[in-house]
Structures are given as C-alpha cells and as structure tokens.
C-alpha cells in the first residue's frame, strides 16, 4: 500500500519527512506500521498457578493411626491363625458321606462324617488353644476317662463333632507302659466311681494294631462312649466316639465305623 500524508491524505514518498503538499511533519514508515496493526490477541490465557491446600495435621494424624490400627490388626489376626487349632468342615456334604481325616503331622488317621466339623492340632504352638476349648467342655475329658484319668501327659490332637455326638484323639507317652491286654483286663476288673464298663475286649483295628475296645457309660456327665487304645512305639492313643445315653442304639453304628477306622501312620 503507498503511503500517505496523516494529515491531507496526499501520496508521499518514503523517505519523506515532511509532506510536500501540506508541509506536515510525517511519522516514519516503521511508526505508521505499528500504529495500523492490531497487536495480536493472546490466544492463550494465562492462569496463576493452583494453589496447594496444605492437608491439615489433625486428618493426617487421623489417617496415621487408622493405618496403624490395621496393620496391628492384621498382624494379631495372622498370629491367631498360626496358633489356632485347623476347624474344618464340609458344608456341601451329602448325608451319610464320610471323610478320612489325616492329622498334619502325620500322626495318624480317621474317617469321620462329612458333615461333621473338625478341629486339629497342628503342634507345640497350638496346644494351649485346643487346651482351652477342651477344657470348657466336660463331656471331653470324661470320654477318654479312666484311662486318661491316670495319666498327667495326655495331649489332645482331634476334637471332631456335630450337634450331639463328638469324637476325641488324643495320645500319652505313659500311658505307653500299659499293653492293650492290660488295659482290657484293667477295667474288667476295677469298679469305677463315675463310669460303667460295659464291654472291655482286645482286637485288632483295619492296620492290624493290638486295639483294646470298651463300651462305656459315664454318669456325670451323662455320655455313652466307644473306646480304643493303641499302643504305638513310643506313645498310645486314646480314642473315644460318644452320643449321649438316649441316643446310644440309634447312633452306635457310626459311633464303631468312627472308632474301627482309625489308624496311626507313624511307628
């Protein structure tokens, strides 16, 4: 575009100062250029910085402790795993299915209703835990009366059950002093205050072990027991399948199949 004069719109040269028509003192070309263009619009707006929101101490303390609280929490929860008795059972079972049991440290072995649960012992660790739940319970100590009565050692491995019948396993290294024929001839022979023997024989179980077998009945509390003893090498094994006294004919069958099932796996 030419350029002209900013005061008579007249055509002047470049590199005039002054125009020739009017004698107006002209900008320079650099001027008018500056003054005819628009500056560019920013296109892009600039934002102030977001600014960071400080997280107050007392919800960062909150926090820190609830974390805490949980990891503590799952610390105790894991420890109480590792040192409670293994309950097991099988909630699809179908009646009248059974289950083999084998103790974790391959003590021995069991067969047992499939719906029934079960508690093991997986050890040293867990002993004062099946201990204690023994203990809350009468009817345990006194199925694996007397025998177990007049031994200081006895260790509970297996305390299986349902609503109303139970089964214990439990061993003592004393009691491995007694013979199976002993122990049958003991309790044919010696009256006992709380418990009516009826029945005292030796046998053998489906390994082939020298098994004393009793059937009997405990007044107080009231219980009907099948029992066996086993010697072993170093200990002997004490198990009783029980039910209370009213029910002893309808479930002396599953009682037997429990008690004649079991078998030790070590010697």
């Known amino acids: 575009m030419a350029r002209t004069c900013d005061n008579c719109s007249r055509p002047v040269f470049d590199t005039d100062t002054v125009c020739w028509h009017c004698g107006w003192k002209l900008s320079s070309p650099e001027e008018s250029a500056a003054e005819t263009i628009p ?45 409670s008795p293994t309950i097991a059972f099988k909630s699809d079972a179908i009646p009248g299915e059974w289950v083999s049991l084998n103790d974790p440290q391959k003590l021995f072995s069991v067969d047992v209703p499939a719906d029934w649960s079960w508690y093991f012992q997986k050890g040293q660790q867990t002993r004062s835990s099946l201990k204690h739940m023994i203990e ?55 009256p006992f205050e709380n418990t009516i023997v009826n029945e005292a024989r030796l046998t053998r179980n489906t390994a082939g072990e020298n098994t004393a077998v009793f059937a009997l009945e405990h007044m107080e509390p009231p219980l009907f027991c099948v029992q066996s003893l086993t010697p072993n090498t170093t ?6 399948a029980c039910t209370s006294p009213e029910n002893h004919a309808l479930h002396s069958h599953e009682l037997n199949v429990m008690l004649n099932s079991f078998q030790t796996l070590s010697r």
Not at 51 to 72: D, H, M, Q, R, S
Not at 235 to 240: I, Q, R
Request: glycine share 2%; net charge negative; no cysteine.
């Open 136 to 190: 809350d319970d009468a009817r345990i100590p006194t199925a694996v009366a007397p025998l177990g009565d007049i031994v200081s050692d006895l260790e509970y491995l297996l305390f299986s059950k349902n609503e109303s019948d139970f089964l214990v396993v439990a061993r003592s290294e004393r009691l491995n002093r007694l013979t199976a024929q002993q122990a049958v001839v003991s309790l044919q022979e010696e």
């Open 235 to 240: 200990e002997t094994y004490l198990v009783a």
């Open 39 to 83: 500056a560019a619009e920013t296109l892009i707006e600039e934002t102030a910085p977001a600014e960071t929101k400080p997280i107050e101490w007392p919800l960062a303390l909150f926090y820190g402790v609830l974390t805490t609280i949980i990891l503590l929490a799952l610390l105790l929860l894991m420890r109480s795993l590792g040192r």
